[in-house]
């Protein structure tokens, strides 16, 4: 068997990252229709979005070496609802939240989220594949 053979395995994660790909676009044209028909997004949101794509681009990039885990996107995708089941009541029931506020939140979001994925993930944990 080749190395450049689609097994079962890649051929799912193909898919997947197509899917988030069609996703993520299809986004980008729903925020963009809905912004040209005037709607107006309070800052604060923009800010949580922003912010929020910003502290999970980097901890992803910076656990290159556990991509190939599924215990890594799953415990990204559970650190992702937790991030938000925290800051979008704050920001329902807290309207004049300032962006510039999410600065020192995601710094240390980012520490620990470092810190659980080393616990989760780290060399301790390698030989747990």
Known sequence: MQSSELTLGKVVQRFLLYV???????????????????????????????????????????SRAYWRRLGFWLAIAGLLVVHLLVFVPILRVYPEWRGIWFVPVIIVEGGLFGAILYLLFGPANIDSR
């Open 20 to 62: 988030g790909i069609a996703l993520s676009v299809l986004a980008v044209f729903a925020v963009g229709i809905v912004l040209s028909k005037g709607a107006k997004v309070p800052s604060a949101w923009l800010a949580l979005a922003v912010f929020t794509s910003g502290l999970f681009w980097v901890t992803i990039r910076q």
